[in-house]
């Protein structure tokens, strides 16, 4: 078993971890740091368990708008904007508060 979390595919990279019985993937160009997003991929499933409760592929299939949403707001234009679990999840709760 390989334990790399990196494939390479002519001048692009696959970044991927996996939490239980879930793979998270990011495609990255070669210029893009692996263990950055390694990182990065930590921070979204810290902040989707934060919001769900250890979070499962229900919780994202059932709220795919508030993954997306928490996506949206970690990253811009391709760049990661914000890491704050806090600020990342407020809007979500507003809108949970809302609703």
Known sequence: MSLCSFVEHRTYKIVYRRYASLFFLVGVD????????LEF??????TMDRHFG???????????????FMLEEMVMNGCIVETSKNNILAPIQLMDKAS
């Open 41 to 46: 991929i930590h921070l979204l499933v810290e």
């Open 54 to 68: 250890n979070v499962c592929e229900l919780d994202i299939m059932f709220h795919l708008e508030k993954a997306h």
């Open 30 to 37: 070669n210029e893009e740091n692996e263990l950055a997003i």
